[in-house]
């Protein structure tokens, strides 16, 4: 495990937010600043370092305020991605593909876990940054999936969770300040 207090994110595709990653909409927005928010927080608490798999949706989105933590904000925090395998993106849409090569392209430390696709690359991935991480910040509703999977991981292995859908959204729209729950 790394000597530096370090940070993973997990959360869901584009497609299974409830509402569209799209800036502008009200409950993007509003998500977006809980999620810099809680990324701030975790870097005035110590926490250096910030793993992303750089999968489209949170991942990327995650990965993205970190290198405007650090350059707009002039945060002391490295963003690590773990890509699963060579190529990840070589079938994604254009805008998708052009945010992922920015974000590599601007990271500290970009490890490919493997040089192709095979079946459990993303669960190796996924474990890769559960194990190196002390804490993970998530968004998750209880949909089934690789987000579901990797928590309950971090739950078997005792790394505290902090999850973004337990925000009450209205709250946020209201500009009320929300507590985060760290659990086990």
Known sequence: MSALRSCCFTGYRPEKFPFPLKPGHPLYNAFENKLTDAIFTLA???FVRFYSGVAQ????????????GRSSHRLPIQLYCAVPFRGQADSWAPAWKKRYDAVLNQA?????????????CYQRRNRFMV??????LTYFDGKPGGT??????????????????????DACLEDI????????
């Open 44 to 46: 005035s608490d110590g």
């Open 57 to 68: 949706g949170f991942d990327l989105l995650a990965a993205e305020l970190v290198l405007l």
């Open 108 to 120: 500290d430390h970009v490890e490919f876990l493997s040089d192709g696709y095979f079946q459990g």
């Open 131 to 136: 194990d190196n991480s002390q804490t993970v």
């Open 148 to 169: 579901a999977n990797t928590l309950a991981y971090a739950r078997r292995t005792g790394t505290p969770i902090i999850n973004l859908a337990d925000f009450d959204m």
């Open 177 to 184: 300040p929300v507590q985060f729950e760290i659990v086990l």
